[in-house]
């Protein structure tokens, strides 16, 4: 598509596009190829998404790791086009092979196949029903996993991953000693997409574990590998770079003084809004992992359009791998990754908490969010918007560490809670009819360390009675979700009184001085004679009113209500005397452009790893997974079933390494919410659309998928047919009217493969009446050495064998007539897998640099290797 004459149609694109640089233009890419790249190329990838929260438009171009560099330039140029195109709105990419980031990688759910060659050496991206073909495929990584064309031989095989051989109609997936269950169901997957979307769901599908007994599949890989003599390699860990290395924030101000191009350091983490200035580009680095460029909209029109060419310089300067991945973002279009790197950020119209809005530059009187609890269950989203699981009407349990034990308090001091102690909370609610429990661990500011880690110990044996199915809450002094305010009914006392109905009341104890007061909030100040109701300006009705009634509990005394700027000379007697105090009407908490993140965890090396899940649905949450949900307002851990034991051990502590390592600088209080696979309340999955509540009963284990690819018959039938081919393969290299044949050494045929006759052939006829309606049978009744065992062992392949000409051409086929064309190119009636079997003598050494002879004497995975170096593959 050129660019340059047709703009137009740019905008009406939806959802994925993808388009590879061919003769320096971009050409469409089918969509059934969508996932599979050539080394050798470059791509440009467009999405468009629309949500909730607006259109979304992100272009990336991808460079592959033979790729020209004249191709990578333009590859980049048309970037640019379509970016001017879009009106400056997208977010741009720079994409390497390998190292592509998590958005790229999230429209690949099943899987990136990185193939050799490239589309100017003829290869098509995908020819469904095409079955000459002999490849090796190292699989790798998670969520997706990415697949990359290797040499056929063992030599490349290791103990901790997973390998796929393609041989057209038969696909063995091997698992190395050492690969997890998420890497082998993950390769499965890999497998069957490609027998259902490459070869039209007509090839089969075996899978060898290292170490079991897999006979019959291993002959198969021996006989196109050759023999395995070398023992296994361990696997190589994959490079990664850990949470507090993302979070090491420096911003530069990019400028030109005298020609030059100056890149200036401005701050470090934790990083403003009000540092980026419409006026100036900047460069935002992210400890080496990503480089971001952010162009004002105001900024020289030069300036932006140099922007990756300015990253590309920026990390060559820094000494920063090639590889390095480059996004750039527009002034009023960040995404939302580049927004979550700074500690506060205003949009406009955004909206700040649940339901709260107003405009930028201006404060909005907080109006309470009115809703139904009879509609929690019913709307998910709604559950997880407003943070509550239902209306808090349920039972309630509460005991208090002592002595490093649970200790039950009185029912009728529920909801007062002390600063030096820890508690824990059980919550009982029903759901379909069904028991549902929660557990909230609350823990005081000035609890002890000894208490805290008790409380963590006590909740986890109250978990195991009941059978691990709560849901556990982490609650620190301060920070208490709305849920659990719920389930006190506004009387949580810890004593400055806080919210609007007792769906969010909190009263919480500061210092009796004039310097706690704020004019945002009521205040109650108890006396031995009286108890003053104080209103700061800036409350509400619905404040004052719920004030009263914590009031009743707190005091028996009389009550006086004082209004800010109005207070008897008593009331400050009481304080010691007036002081400054904080007058400013409060500032609701960011939420507003935070959209929920979910990230796969990972500690098993000892070192912190997250990889986060852009476009996520419940599709993601895997049974031997830790996932971690950031919501800002709290986390997250779901628990897979099958994830390991250490894993799930530490899945706490790497929920606190993740908000300690957070780049904006969170609250380390931010409430940690346990989640168990199968037991999810409303509040998570509200944040997954269609969420399915029977997914975990209905479906399918690795071990129930790899049951039912075939019968033993079948891999039977397999070996069968890879032996026919072999021997056909053999019989006419041997024909007396090809020119350079040999017979090699010994006169016996150097593929015929184990248990399958030598035989001798004679000419075949080129007389068309002594052939029979089949060329096969044909074959066989011309030759007198071949007995009747030998034909019983072709007859039963299910599989039709690949057509042998029964007369050769009287004249070779020009080269030009063989390279680099596709199947439906050739001449009719040429076998598409033995292309360079039709070259004259000269035209053959001429290519591949040898004879015939010495060309069918080589291994097969060489052979093949060669006629796709020379476009005859």
């Not at 015929?752 to 089949?774: F, K, N, Q, Y």
Request: hydrophobic share 35%; proline share 5%; glycine share 8%.
């Amino acid at each position: 598509m050129d660019l340059d004459s047709d703009l137009s149609s740019i905008e009406k694109l939806q959802g994925l596009q993808i388009w590879a640089i061919e003769k320096m233009k971009m050409a469409r890419i089918p969509e059934k190829a969508y996932g599979s790249f050539f080394e050798g190329d470059c791509y440009i990838i467009l999405h468009n998404e629309k949500s909730s929260r607006g259109l979304s438009i992100n272009i990336h171009y991808w460079i592959g790791k033979d790729s020209a560099v004249d191709e990578q330039g333009a590859a980049a140029a048309y970037v640019a086009q379509l970016d001017s195109a879009l009106g400056d709105v997208p977010v741009q990419h720079r994409e390497v092979q390998g190292y592509e980031s998590d958005v790229f990688r999230s429209y690949f759910k099943n899987g990136i196949t990185y193939k050799k060659g490239g589309l100017a050496s003829g290869l098509k991206h995908v020819e469904t029903n095409m079955y000459n073909i002999q490849r090796l495929l190292h699989i790798k990584g998670k969520k997706p996993v990415s697949a990359t064309e290797v040499d056929l031989s063992w030599d490349n095989f290791n103990k901790g991953d997973v390998f796929l051989l393609d041989l057209g109609k038969v696909l063995i997936q091997w698992n190395g000693p050492k690969a997890n269950l998420s890497e082998k169901s993950r390769g499965l997957a890999l497998a069957r997409t490609i027998r259902d979307r490459e070869r039209g769901g007509r090839a089969q599908i075996g899978v060898v574990d290292e170490g079991h007994s897999s006979a019959d599949l291993l002959q198969i890989m021996e006989t196109v590998l050759g023999p395995r003599t070398a023992s296994l390699q361990d696997a190589v860990p994959e490079e990664k770079v850990d949470e507090f290395q993302k979070a090491n924030l420096r911003l530069y101000h990019l400028y030109e003084k005298d020609e030059d191009l100056v890149v200036q350091e401005i701050a470090t983490r934790p990083l403003t809004q009000d540092l980026l200035r419409h006026e100036d580009c900047h460069i935002l680095d992210q400890g080496g992992f990503r480089i971001y460029v952010w162009r004002g909209r105001d900024s020289n029109k030069e300036e932006k359009k140099a922007a990756f060419s300015r990253a590309v310089g920026f990390i060559q300067a820094k000494g920063y791998p090639a590889t390095t991945n480059v996004e750039v973002v527009n002034d009023g279009f960040e995404s939302t990754t580049f927004k979550q790197l700074f500690q506060q950020w205003t949009e406009k119209d955004q909206t700040e908490g649940p339901g709260w809005a107003h405009s930028l530059g201006k404060t909005a009187k907080v109006e309470p969010v009115k809703f139904n609890v009879t509609h929690l269950h019913g709307q998910p989203e709604l559950a997880a918007q407003q943070r509550m699981v239902d209306d808090g009407s349920g039972k309630v349990e509460v005991w208090r560490i002592e002595d490093l034990h649970k200790k039950p308090v009185d029912p009728k001091k529920y909801g007062q809670f002390y600063g030096g102690d820890c508690y824990l909370v059980l919550y009982t609610y029903q759901k379909s009819g069904r028991a549902q429990y929660i557990i909230y661990i609350w823990q005081g500011r000035h609890a002890s360390v000894d208490e805290v880690t008790a409380s963590a110990l006590n909740a986890i044996e109250l978990d195991h009675m009941y059978q691990e199915e709560p849901v556990q809450v982490r609650v620190t002094m301060g920070t208490e979700p709305r849920h659990f305010l719920a389930i006190f009914k506004g009387r949580l006392i810890v004593f400055q009184v806080r919210g609007t109905d007792e769906y969010n009341t909190k009263t919480t104890e500061v210092p009796a001085r004039a310097s706690s007061l704020n004019s945002s909030d009521v205040f109650l100040l108890a006396t031995s004679q009286i108890c003053y109701l104080w209103c700061g300006k800036g409350c509400s009705g619905d404040e004052r009113e719920m004030a009263r009634m914590v009031a009743d509990i707190i005091s028996q005394k009389d009550k006086q209500t004082v209004v800010e700027g109005q207070e008897p000379p008593s009331f400050w007697e009481a304080l010691g005397g007036r002081a400054p105090y904080a007058s400013d009407k409060r500032l609701q908490e960011k939420t507003s452009h935070y959209q929920p993140r979910l990230f796969e965890c990972s500690n098993q090396t000892g070192r912190f790893f997250m990889t986060e899940i852009m476009f996520f649905s419940q599709e993601d949450l895997e049974e031997d997974d830790i996932m971690l949900l950031d919501t800002w307002v709290e986390v997250f851990l779901w628990i897979g079933k099958e994830s390991n034991t250490y894993e799930k051990k530490e899945s706490v502590t790497m929920a606190r390494e993740y908000l300690k390592s957070h780049p904006a600088g969170r609250d380390l209080a931010t409430p940690i919410i346990v989640v168990k696979q199968g037991h999810e309340p409303p509040t998570f999955t509200g944040w997954f659309s269609a969420w399915d509540p029977y997914k975990w009963n209905n479906g399918r284990s690795y071990e129930e998928v790899k049951d039912s690819l075939g019968d033993v018959s079948a891999i039977s039938e397999m070996t069968m047919e890879l032996n026919n081919i072999n021997l056909l393969q053999w019989l006419s290299d041997e024909h007396p009217s090809t020119q350079g044949r040999g017979t090699p050494p010994g006169g016996a045929p150097a593929s015929a493969p184990s248990g399958v006759p030598a035989v001798a052939p004679e000419p075949l006829s080129s007389d068309p009446s002594s052939s029979s309606s089949s060329p096969r049978s044909s074959y066989y009744s011309s030759n007198s050495n071949c007995n009747a065992n030998d034909m019983a062992l072709v007859s039963k392949c299910p599989v039709a064998a690949p057509t042998v000409p029964t007369t050769m051409p009287t004249m070779p086929i020009p080269r030009e007539r063989l390279i680099n064309k596709a199947v439906e190119d050739l001449p009719e009636g040429l076998d598409p897998s033995r292309k360079e079997y039709y070259l004259s003598d000269t035209d053959f050494q001429d290519i591949f640099g040898k004879s015939k002879d010495e060309f069918y004497q080589m291994a097969k995975w060489k052979q093949q290797s060669e006629k796709k170096q020379h476009g005859l593959f």
